[in-house]
């Protein structure tokens, strides 16, 4: 059984940092692109990030600079290092997993919150 477990969310004011954490278990995932999505209240869904099993990193615009992608893949986890926090960074963050060639990304954390006090 597949499973991802994010932690790190938490009361931040704006300008802070945190580290968020997806361990990840039920299959190895050194050869599978891990990615950080978000979601704020009353907002769709987005993508923050992501890493491809080789390391190549892509970063959704707003967040370039500020938020940083790491893996480890000999502890099947993987970390969203968030600095210069902003009030509009505000929501449910998300972990998820693709195989590198799919589009689709079929396993999911069940979300950690992250709330940017102004």
């Known amino acids: 059984q597949v499973q991802l477990v994010e932690s790190g969310g938490g009361l931040v004011q704006t300008g802070g940092s945190l580290r968020l954490s997806c361990a990840a278990s039920?299959?190895?995932?050194?050869?599978?692109?891990m990615a950080w999505f978000r979601q704020a209240p009353g907002k769709e869904r987005e993508i923050v990030g992501t890493?491809?099993?080789?390391?190549?990193?892509i970063y959704a615009e707003s967040v370039r600079g500020r938020f940083t992608i790491s893996r480890d893949d000999a502890k099947n986890t993987v970390h969203l290092q968030m600095n210069s926090l902003k009030p509009e960074d505000t929501a449910v963050y998300y972990c998820?997993?693709?195989?590198?060639?799919?589009?689709?990304?079929?396993?999911w954390g069940q979300g950690t919150q992250v709330t940017v006090s102004s």
């Open positions: 890493i491809a099993s080789n390391g190549y990193r």
């Open positions: 998820a997993s693709k195989a590198d060639y799919d589009s689709h990304y079929d396993y």
């Open positions: 039920g299959r190895t995932f050194s050869s599978y692109t």
